[in-house]
T-cell receptor, first 112, second 114 residues
Framework: QKEVEQNSGPLSVPEGAIASLNCTYS??????FFWYRQYSGKSPELIMF????GDKEDGRFTAQLNKASQYVSLLIRDSQPSDSATYLC????????????FGDGTTLTVKP | GAGVSQSPSNKVTEKGKDVELRCDPI?????LYWYRQSLGQGLEFLIY????????KSGLPSDRFSAERTGGSVSTLTIQRTQQEDSAVYLC????????????FGPGTRLLVL
């Protein structure tokens, strides 16, 4: 079992819809969770981080964390074609001395 | 500079040659990571530095790969006797060192081994 798992996709949604991206992790003691966006040919960039159970909202983006179920999700409301990218989930595992572990990413396409 | 820089941005080399890739992290960021990313693939972890030491080098694919970091700053990733399968984008990222901090990525070095 991978330490951080994401659905590889691709995920396709129409413009204006809600895109839902999911990530599960194996280490129950993990404390820090991040979502990165990577456009084709570019480096990953941080979208959101979340540390506490519940929801965290930033504009059209909402991160949801459920530590009991060991999953973290990213919702993108009113999806735009410019949101088309690969979304990477990263977790700082309690066993790894602060090192981040990335999932393989989910590719999202938003169709006009 | 304000961000992470990597050099060279592109490198074309012949099979069997050695290459050295450089990463200049953000000043004061104690954690540094090297990743490899092949076209259309996810990030492949190579090595993690905390200061000058490497508590996790489990991702280095073979003994042809090595990395060092000096002065808690600049890091170099060396690939000896390059093979065609080494062709990829090599990304460096740094982190302020606190376990709750995000990683900041450099622009990457695109390596092509002919």
């Amino acid at each position: 079992q991978k330490e951080v798992e994401q659905n590889s996709g691709p995920l396709s949604v129409p413009e204006g819809a809600i895109a839902s991206l999911n990530c599960t992790y194996s280490d129950r003691g993990s404390q820090s969770f991040f979502w990165y966006r990577q456009y084709s040919g570019k480096s990953p960039e941080l979208i959101m981080f979340i540390y506490s159970n519940g929801d965290k909202e930033d504009g059209r983006f909402t991160a949801q964390l459920n530590k009991a179920s060991q999953y973290v999700s990213l919702l993108i409301r009113d999806s735009q074609p410019s949101d088309s990218a690969t979304y990477l989930c990263a977790v700082i595992l309690s066993t790894n001395a602060g090192k981040s572990t990335f999932g393989d990413g989910t590719t999202l396409t938003v169709k006009p | 500079g304000a961000g992470v820089s990597q050099s060279p941005s592109n490198k074309v080399t012949e099979k069997g040659k050695d290459v050295e890739l450089r990463c200049d992290p953000i000043s004061g960021h104690t954690a540094l990571y090297w990743y490899r990313q092949s076209l259309g693939q996810g990030l492949e972890f190579l090595i993690y530095f905390q200061g000058n030491s490497a508590p996790d080098k489990s991702g280095l694919p073979s003994d042809r790969f090595s990395a060092e970091r000096t002065g808690g700053s600049v890091s170099t990733l060396t690939i000896q006797r390059t093979q065609q399968e080494d062709s990829a984008v090599y990304l460096c990222a740094c982190q302020r060192g606190d376990a709750q901090e995000t990683q900041y990525f450099g622009p990457g070095t695109r390596l092509l081994v002919l």
